[in-house]
């Protein structure tokens, strides 16, 4: 959730670029209307969707305390930490040793791991890396799993459903990752087709296949028209904005906000979908 800095936009050599900082002052609003409109049960602060990558230690926490307030938390249920992604781990090892040290600043929290290797280029599969890993980080408690490979997720649940939490982050291939026993889900969709979703999840519990299959198909036939348009975080923001009425803001640079056109085509998109 950012906003313009300056009110007057700066100008940069081919285009006009605003410099953003945070907006605080929506996050009360945005907390109820997770919970009243969509039925969204925990937030995942400071993510891919929250720019988490993009804002300095000192906004993060800003970011974090102020969600807490809101949701009457006492503090983090939970951390989480994604694979280096720059001078990257080639190994398992080096993965779990750089994870083990994150997790040991915080050591009376859970821990989990962001697994998202279209983004951090690191895709050391996870069922190796939970083989043992309880062992070098005592906090750990599950992961993040945004990625397709729906295989090693199956084999993380195989091998580790009892101990660990396992969560999904694919949106669109939510129903197949239940099918394998996910344990839940995180996702930026969630932000504006939670309650579809929900009600995905209670059809799937009641084993109503078809049912459930057609959530999945709305959310599939909402992103698979995006994603021919160009979509992103900066665009899931303006599709935020137009669900919730809530202003998301723009992104933080290298993004750049969703045009108006995506927004127009988008917008009727999202109310021509029928279940
Ligand atoms: C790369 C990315 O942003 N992944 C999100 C969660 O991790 C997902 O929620 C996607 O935004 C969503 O599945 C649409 O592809
Ligand atoms: C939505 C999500 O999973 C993220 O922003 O990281």
Request: charged share 20%.
């Amino acid at each position: 959730i950012l906003r313009p800095k300056y009110p007057v936009q700066k100008l940069y050599a081919f285009s006009t670029i605003q410099e953003v900082e945070i907006n605080l002052t929506v996050i009360g609003q945005y907390v109820d209307y997770l919970v009243k409109e969509q039925g969204v049960k925990n937030v995942f602060v400071n993510g891919t969707t929250g720019e988490g990558l993009a804002l300095s230690t000192q906004e993060r926490k800003q970011l974090a305390e102020e969600w807490a307030k809101h949701a009457a938390a006492i503090g983090a249920s939970g951390i989480a930490g994604i694979a280096p992604f720059f001078f990257k781990p080639t190994n398992k090892d080096t993965l779990v040793a750089f994870l083990r040290e994150v997790a040991s600043e915080a050591p009376g929290i859970p821990f989990y791991y962001y697994h998202i290797p279209p983004l951090t280029g690191v895709k050391i599969r996870v069922e190796e890396l939970l083989d043992g890993i309880k062992e070098q980080i005592p906090t750990f408690q599950g992961v993040k799993f945004s990625d397709t490979d729906l295989l090693d997720f199956a084999q993380c649940v195989k091998n580790h459903k009892e101990q660990f939490v396992l969560l999904y982050g694919v949106d669109e291939h939510l129903l197949s990752a239940l099918a394998v026993g996910a344990t839940g889900a995180v996702g930026s969709t969630y932000n504006y087709l939670g309650k579809k979703n929900n009600l995905m999840l209670e059809a799937f519990a009641k084993q109503d296949l078809a049912l459930a299959q057609r959530y999945q198909f709305c959310t599939g036939e909402f992103l698979s028209f995006v994603f021919k348009l160009g979509f992103g975080v900066a665009q899931t923001k303006a599709v935020m904005t137009f669900t919730s009425g809530i202003p998301m803001g723009p992104p933080r640079l290298p993004l750049l906000s969703a045009s108006v056109d995506f927004i127009e085509k988008a917008k009727a998109k999202m109310t021509s979908l029928i279940l």
